[in-house]
């Protein structure tokens, strides 16, 4: 199993070095290009960790690394997390046309009380006192990472996207959520397969086979 959590949030403009956007780069590609490079030796499930702030992502093709317009990084961080979702649903979509019996799914943790939420990369007395409110109001660590094992172990379908139960889930019990409309895009998700190949150089295993 693969369960793919590493991710940065909202930071100041930054790159990774490979040039990369730091956001899409961490959040996206990086996980793109582990998850195809290690897919061979995966035997039962990817999960890939996204955020509702996919809702308010798009996928800028034209500049998916910030490099022309300036730079926002609540709309870059969306993006990236839209693209987690896209990402899941085209690996699912590539899996069961090869006959592999590995599933992909996604799943978020609501709002959780981690460094994460603590230390999102801005300043000023607002956003620190803006931080303090949310992790007040935020599930523990703990409870936060619940959809994530629930995507990893329970019996369920591939393009599965699991998150808190609770209201606008924030919080609450894990169990299968909704996506937005720009997250179920099949076109788009093959279009970002395709460029996250170009970026990355690597791509879906040709002899993944079906006893992977």
């Not at 490099?67 to 085209?90: H, I």
């Not at 620190?128 to 523990?140: G, I, K, P, T």
């Not at 998150?163 to 720009?182: H, I, T, W, Y």
Request: proline share 6%; aromatic share 6%; net charge neutral.
């Amino acid at each position: 199993m693969l369960i793919n959590n590493a991710g940065v949030m909202i930071p100041p403009l930054s790159r990774t070095a490979d040039g990369f956007e730091l956001q899409f780069g961490t959040n996206h590609l990086g996980h793109f290009a582990l998850t195809n490079l290690l897919l061979p030796r995966v035997r039962d499930r990817v999960v890939t960790v996204s955020s509702t702030g996919h809702r308010v992502g798009s996928i800028d093709f034209d500049d998916l690394n910030w490099e022309r317009k300036p730079y926002r990084a609540m709309p870059a961080y969306a993006q990236s997390k839209l693209a987690n979702l896209l990402f899941t649903s085209e690996l699912q979509r590539r899996l069961t046309g090869v006959g592999s019996p590995v599933i992909a799914t996604a799943a978020h943790p609501g709002m959780a009380a981690t460094n994460l939420l603590r230390s999102s990369g801005r300043r000023g007395l607002l956003h620190r006192a803006q931080e303090a409110v949310a992790c007040l109001f935020a599930q523990s660590d703990d409870d936060g990472a619940l959809p994530t094992l629930y995507a990893a172990v329970a019996d369920l379908p591939g393009d599965s996207y699991a998150g808190p139960g609770g209201f606008m889930q924030g919080r609450g019990a894990p169990e299968l959520v909704d996506r937005a409309s720009n997250a179920r895009d099949a076109e788009v998700a093959r279009r970002l397969w395709r460029v996250s190949e170009e970026l990355t150089g690597v791509a879906f295993p040709t002899a993944l086979s079906r006893s992977a």
